[in-house]
């Protein structure tokens, strides 16, 4: 019998328009990256949704409020930034993939953040003093830190950060209303984090809660706060990431759904607006604290505007027509259309763009479910990918440094007829095989169940939670502390690691990035002066 597949295709964003065609175009303009790259990926993508572009070109914008400083023509720019993974909300602790946390540590700042080198410097904390033994944390807020301008605040002005935002911040954590990211990283950290975590989430009458606060943090007076720790693991870091961001209460209680729609931090870009579910506008915060080396506040950039959608064919066509200056993250068909065998940009395009590699820090992993309803154990669980292959794997990427750095092979025949017995052909029984719906899972899941044996009834579905109904699933490992090397997990039968690869117009500089997958520096942007031209232009 033949595989089952079900595959979920991406629908247009509600109430968008088209986009316009872009016209007259260079004569000495490669004509064929229009035709030859969107076709790559048209072969390989589902229905393209209908995109509405702000502000066509990516051009220069009058500087309506500089603080009196001197601004270059350089940075009177707008930044148009792609992304190839769904944003579906701005509530820090919702972050549920890579995108939404570049995004998320944009528009908003913990007490510590990292650099560009790993390195932990000062944020929302100006500074922090710790104890002999590593175990008290006192920080000490900065005095010129204000929350972001929103209706949620007196007259629409956005107030001093305090200490009890902080604690609110992990307090939060605790709710049974979000999901449970954040306080897994803070679990065994914090004195008393646990046990308040506990409560919040198993008792559900607030009178029957015995413990009221978290035992390990202390507010000392409106800028001090500290921290009490069980132990000392890596609490700075997991202060940098993007789960531990400092928010304010008042959106909560003004907006229906909360930062979901919008956010309100103290980063270095405000959240403007965004058009549908797939254009998101922030505006340079000209109050953030932040200067150059010349003085000169952060960020340069005036103007943010993020572009996010599934749809890989639609992105790189606006991105070749020079309606994007980046693309943070290709997706799969576009490494595989822009990305050559010696893991560089393809030399055809070389003269156009730039791009950037590094190592993917969060590998996909295929697991099993053990506490599955079907009865079935890890070696059954092997023996359905026993005829998987990295050349396999790699060639319909076509990604020359993927790796399968660990894979399952404890299986017998036993295993092996079992797994025919109930789920081959002519049974009723079938098995169900789920992925997240970031496309590089999608694309190794659909890789994968094409290995399985053509006899099997498997379904290929997609979930945003795994049940038990599932027996295997495809998911990232996500890295919160630059360097750390994930341990095998206990249901893991399979790992696949591969690169991230960033592209560039020629023009856009001062991108930073390290060796975090979400993290993302757009303070020190600025453009090449060729690119202040319109830019169906720039190549003339």
Known sequence: MALFLSKTTSSGPSGLQPFSRVHGLPDNFPVFLFLIIPMIFLMSCGSTPEITVVDRTAQTVEDDDNDGQEIDDEELRILKMGEVNQIRSFDPLFASNTTTKRIIQLAYEGLVRFDEHDNITAAAAKQWDVSSDSLTWTFYLRNDLFFHDDQSFTQGIGRRVNSRDVIRVFERMASRDVPPNAAELFMNTIQGFESYYLERRNIYMDVDRSVTSIRGIEARNDTTIVF?????????????????VIYPREPFLFHRDGLHTHAVGTGPFQFETSIGDSIHIFLRNKYYYRKNEQGQQLPRVHRLEVLNTSDETSLYSQFTRGLLNMIVDLGPNGV????????????????????????????????????????????????????????????????????????????????????????????????????????????????????????????????RVFSRDIFLYLDYLHTYVPGYQHARQPQEILRIETNRYTIFDQHTRGVRTNNLSWWLDLNHVRMEESSQQNPEAVYR
């Open 228 to 244: 009490h720790l069980e132990n000392n693991g890596d609490f700075l870091q997991k202060l940098a990431s993007p789960y531990a």
């Open 336 to 463: 595989s259309a822009m990305v050559d065998e010696n893991n560089e940009l393809n030399e055809d395009l070389r003269n156009h763009y730039r791009m950037e590699s590094r190592s993917d820090p969060n590998p996909v992993i295929l697991r099993y479910h053990p506490r599955n309803l079907l009865g079935l154990e890890r070696g059954d669980a092997a023996s359905l990918i026993r005829n998987i292959r990295v050349e396999t794997i790699r060639d319909d990427m076509n990604n020359p440094l993927l790796e399968i750095t660990y894979k399952d092979e404890e299986y017998t025949q036993a295993n092996v007829g079992r797994i025919f017995q109930r789920y081959g052909d002519g049974q009723e029984n079938q098995l169900l095989f789920a992925y997240k719906q970031d496309l590089l899972p999608r694309k190794l899941s659909e890789i994968i169940f094409e290995t399985l044996d053509n006899n099997l009834q498997v379904d290929l579905i997609q979930r």
